[in-house]
């Protein structure tokens, strides 16, 4: 069983370079997350989607972009990279968003350097 | 928005030694998950609370759901070094979106 895996583990970027983080479940699920992960901050919605092409923001969209032209993938870009942006990036899926019925499932995570 | 607290921040504790780790809304609770994270790993499941009152147990751990103190806690019973990691609540906001507490640190010491 797959669940959400996401490539890459780890990267390095340049200030201002840009690149995608991918992300792809395999348990046909409607919903997908992105999350970033600081030191101590606990986990905040930069993206989510209620289904293949439907996107919103969350909670810190700023510097980000998604596309959901699948049930299954669910890539986040960064488009110019800044070092606020240093962070542990993880995607999640779940099935519904029932109140309570929402188990959401999580990628390994994607540890993300800008220097 | 809703605000999820976690206490402690951090816990060392000896193996066999028993703990609680604490999460606390700042809004009524409907409901409330439990995850744990190892260390250069995504979150695992490990309950859902739906209704005050409830407790669940999946082997050494038992959490539950108290709605009019708008918490819940999480108790591990002998801990075991297998337990160490970060331990986090999460809850829905009743849309499509999700908070997290910060998260307590369980370190176990052999």
């Known amino acids: 069983n797959a669940g959400v895996t996401q490539t890459p583990k780890f990267r390095i970027l340049k200030i201002g370079q840009s690149m995608t983080l991918q992300c792809t479940q395999d348990?046909?699920?409607?919903?997908m997350y992105w999350y970033r992960q600081d030191p101590g901050m606990g986990l905040k919605l930069i993206y989510y989607s209620v289904g293949a092409g439907i996107t919103d923001k969350g909670e810190v969209p700023n510097g980000y972009n998604v596309s959901r032209s699948t049930t299954e993938d669910f890539p986040l870009r960064l488009e110019l990279a800044a070092p606020s942006q240093t962070s542990v990036y993880f995607c999640?899926?779940?099935?519904?968003?029932?109140?309570?019925?929402?188990?959401?499932?999580f990628g390994p995570g994607t540890r993300l350097t800008v220097l | 928005s809703q605000e999820l607290e976690q206490s402690p921040q951090s816990l060392i504790v000896q193996e066999g030694k028993n703990l609680t780790i604490n999460c606390t809304s700042s809004k009524t609770l409907y409901g409330l998950y439990w995850y744990k994270q190892k260390y250069g790993e995504g979150l695992i499941f490990l309950m859902m609370l739906q209704k005050g009152g409830e407790e669940k147990s999946h082997e050494k751990i038992t959490a539950k759901l108290d709605e009019k103190k708008q918490q819940s806690s999480l108790h591990i019973t002998a801990s075991q070094p297998s337990h160490a990691g970060i331990y986090l609540c999460g809850a829905d906001e009743g849309t499509y979106k999700y908070i997290f507490g910060t998260g307590t640190r369980l370190k176990v010491l052999a």
């Open positions: 348990m046909n699920h409607n919903y």
């Open positions: 999640a899926s779940s099935l519904t968003t029932k109140r309570m019925g929402g188990t959401q499932y």
